[in-house]
């Protein structure tokens, strides 16, 4: 009984670590360079959030729903 209540909190534990490594790699990747500075010459619309893309925002910065960078939304 002790030793698979032990397996248990083992196997918890790595699904735990595992989703905070897969969270903190992703926010990583999800930062671009264009994310955070408009390509120069192009006109920026807004700037929104990707997880909330009918939000729009006046200046660039982080999302107050998933602590994002803001992406711009350029002109055509």
Known sequence: MF????????????FVIGGMLACRKKSET???????????????????????????????GKSPFMDMELVPKYAE
């Open 30 to 60: 999800a930062e671009s360079p264009s994310a955070s500075h408009p390509t120069p010459g192009r006109e920026v619309l807004y700037w929104y959030d990707p997880m909330k893309p009918e939000v729009h925002f006046d200046k660039p």
């Open 3 to 14: 030793r698979s209540k032990s397996l248990s909190l083992c196997v918890a534990g790595l």
